[in-house]
Nanobody, 116 residues
């Protein structure tokens, strides 16, 4: 059973930066895609960014050029560096872990609030 522990959320002013981390424990060998989703109040959960084992990444159009996803395979950890934050980035951010394209795990979520 994979468990995901997220950290790094908080309150930041517009234009500021935050870095989220998500460490996976109990992982099994296999191809793993890790990523971040977010859900704002009254909206559906949406993909922010994801990254494969090789380091290939893709991003939502709304965050391209501002957010950077990275991973440390030795630590089973994925990071999301968020720069130039906007109020519309306010949401609960969820870590996502997909093993072998089949088993999907979610973190508990961490709140990111962008407000002056």
């Amino acid at each position: 059973q994979v468990q995901l522990v997220e950290s790094g959320g908080g309150l930041v002013q517009p234009g500021g930066s935050l870095k989220l981390s998500c460490e996976a424990s109990g992982s099994s060998p296999g191809i793993v895609v890790m990523g971040w989703y977010r859900q704002a109040p009254g909206k559906q959960r949406e993909l922010v960014a994801r990254i494969g084992s090789s380091g290939s990444a893709n991003y939502a159009d709304t965050v391209k050029g501002r957010f950077t996803i990275s991973r440390d395979n030795a630590k089973n950890t994925v990071y999301l560096q968020m720069n130039s934050l906007k109020p519309e980035d306010t949401a609960v951010y969820y870590c996502n872990y997909v093993l072998g394209g089949i088993w999907v795990y979610w973190g508990q979520g961490t709140q990111v609030t962008v407000s002056s």
